[in-house]
């Protein structure tokens, strides 16, 4: 079975500050990875998206990813983060065997001081 | 191309009563998935179908079901109400890969369910 663990419930950060999230999973085979973002009041946003090649992969709004196989790991980063950031990060894994079904962490709640 | 929609966006049941929502995909998608998300539960996965056919189910009680049309749109259906089937239950529709290979799930806005 498939398990998606985020390290932070909610972080608060003043703007300018760098972010990193982190995300672990846990699954045998092979994973297609995902950051979504939910705004308030808005609904799921596709972030970014990993599942083969450069470990390292770019989204929108000058968010980043990066996949650590050896750790499980997929971390999402923006150098400064903006007031408008504020929202719930989610990281989400499926299997390609099973893409059809994702495994959602519990969602990190980002606060940006303005 | 539109996204995911999903209809109605806000309902308000009573216990005991079946409710059914709808589900639109992004055209070309041809698979859906519905979720259920609680503050204290999170994004749990309830069921997904491809081709009018149930390929995956999570673990939630029978009351809760689906189905596929022709067409890819969904409808989930929930009977008998309960106090906690309040929630956000969210769709979202994936172009299927022959490998799975970067299979990306889009979501609609959700139907927001209160149970009374």
């Known amino acids: 079975a498939q398990s998606v663990s985020q390290h932070n419930h909610h972080v608060i950060l003043s703007e300018a500050a760098s972010l990193e999230l982190g995300c672990n999973y846990s699954?045998?085979?092979?994973?297609?990875l995902f950051w979504y973002v939910q705004y308030p009041g808005q609904h799921l946003q596709l972030l970014l998206k990993?599942?083969?090649?450069?470990?390292l992969v770019k989204g929108i709004k000058g968010f980043e990813a990066e996949f650590i196989k050896s750790k499980f790991s997929f971390n999402l980063r923006k150098p400064s983060v903006q007031w408008s950031d504020t929202a719930e990060y989610f990281c989400?894994?499926?299997?390609?065997?099973?893409?059809?079904?994702?495994?959602f962490g519990d969602g990190t709640t980002l606060t940006v001081k303005p | 191309k539109a996204g995911v929609t999903q209809t109605p966006r806000y309902l308000i049941k009573t216990r005991g009563q079946q409710v059914t929502l709808s589900c639109s995909p992004i055209?070309?998608?041809?698979?859906v998935s519905w979720y259920q998300q609680t503050p204290g539960q999170g994004l749990q996965f309830l069921f997904e179908?491809?081709?009018?056919?149930?390929?995956n189910k999570g673990n939630f009680p029978g009351r809760f079901s689906g189905r596929q049309f022709s067409n890819s749109r969904s409808e989930m259906n929930v009977s008998t109400l309960e106090l906690g089937d309040s929630a956000l239950y969210l769709c979202?529709?994936?172009?299927?890969?022959?490998?799975?290979?970067?299979?990306?799930?889009?979501f609609g806005p959700g139907t927001r369910l209160t149970v009374l």
């Open positions: 699954y045998g085979g092979t994973v297609n």
């Open positions: 979202a529709s994936s172009l299927v890969s022959a490998s799975g290979e970067g299979d990306t799930q889009y």
């Open positions: 990993y599942f083969s090649g450069d470990p």
């Open positions: 989400a894994v499926n299997a390609w065997t099973n893409a059809g079904k994702s495994t």
């Open positions: 179908y491809f081709s009018e056919t149930q390929r």
């Open positions: 055209s070309g998608h041809r698979s």
